[in-house]
């Protein structure tokens, strides 16, 4: 096979849409708003902007008569502004490998295995940013969970949005120690807390503290179904007071806070790519460096996790 690194970028390419699929899902809030259409891509700029979707601060009100409407206020342009964040992976073959597999069936697996090998790293990049607070990477990470459901939300900007002089750019947080006996009672009032009419929220992330003392105090109840969707996906899921929590942890993940829950209303939240930046190759062919003995190509990422209504999103900590 004497072009398998046109090959590997082709496939790369013809696959993205699949990559971008194994690599989404892999986490439990994208895998969520992928199912309600909010995983978007745009074709280009240098911020993302998101309308401020809570804001009691409203400009109307009611009138009588021929009373005079209050119009000198309103300001529609007020967004949350978010930077374009970039990631990659690349896929090397070294030429000692190349080499070793002249045969075409050794020369697919090779390329095979090379693939799923960076796909797997990508996945678990992705995520892990996803779940932090944008600082990572000298701050070139996603703008994550952490960064939107801060356990500090009266303070420092979120979407550039100053948190200390608006309130509507705050999150509620919780500081209580979880445990079985209270478990439930704290998610119910945090709950209650952010709903507003027939919006709650509808994805609890916890890690393995939290997740443990929810689970233990509802092994006595007998009918605990799991939503078929998040069932599928792969993901271990308790329902409780009409929000699915997701067991979000585990080997390598220890992301989220010690003994923490967030509470997420998804239908304010979004998932931005740019469009050729999508989960697809940088080159249409694998480069060869002068000073190394291999071929490489990078699939990158371009884009943001954004959020625009902090204030019904809530985060109990210890």
């Known amino acids: 096979m004497p072009n398998l690194e046109e090959a590997v970028v082709a496939t790369l390419f013809d696959q993205s849409d699949a990559i971008a699929d194994e690599v989404l899902h892999h986490n439990p809030l994208l895998a969520s708003l ?22 009691d601060a409203a400009q109307g009100g009611f009138y009588s008569g021929f009373s005079s409407f209050n119009l000198d206020s309103i300001d529609d342009a007020t967004a949350f502004r978010f930077a374009i964040k970039q990631v990659y992976e690349p896929v090397a073959i070294s030429g000692r490998d190349r080499r070793a597999n002249r045969d075409q069936a050794m020369l697919l697996d090779l390329a095979e295995m090379k693939m799923k090998a960076a796909i797997a790293r990508l996945k678990n990049t992705v995520s892990t940013s996803l779940r932090g607070d944008g600082t990572g990477s000298g701050g070139l990470e996603f703008d994550g969970i952490k960064k939107a459901v801060s356990t500090s939300p009266s303070s ?58 929810l689970h233990s105090s509802l092994t ?51 998932f931005d790519m740019v469009r050729g930046a999508d989960f697809k190759p940088l080159a249409p062919e694998m480069a060869r ?21 902090p204030a019904l999103q809530a985060v109990i900590y210890a």
Do not use: H
Not at 40 to 46: A, M, N, P
Not at 186 to 203: F, H, W, Y
């Open 34 to 55: 992928d199912e309600q259409g909010l995983i978007r891509k745009f074709s280009g700029g240098y911020e993302l902007r998101k309308p401020i979707m809570y804001n």
């Open 156 to 213: 420092g900007t979120y979407g550039t949005i100053d948190r200390g002089a608006n309130t509507w750019a705050r999150n509620l947080a919780v500081n209580v120690t979880l445990s079985a006996s209270n478990v439930q009672e704290q998610i119910t009032d945090a709950i209650s807390q952010i709903t507003r009419g027939d919006e709650q929220p509808d994805l609890g992330l916890m890690d393995r503290t939290a997740w443990k003392y």
């Open 220 to 270: 006595a109840i007998q009918r605990i179904q799991l939503p078929a969707k998040k069932a599928v996906a792969g993901f271990r899921v308790l329902s409780y007071d009409g929000c699915d929590f997701v067991f979000d942890g585990g080997y390598g993940s220890s992301v989220l806070e010690t003994n923490s829950c967030r509470l997420l209303n998804t239908k304010y939240w979004s």
């Open 289 to 309: 460096p002068v000073d190394q003995d291999a071929f490489f190509t990078v699939v990158i990422v371009e884009g943001n996790l954004c959020c625009s209504a």
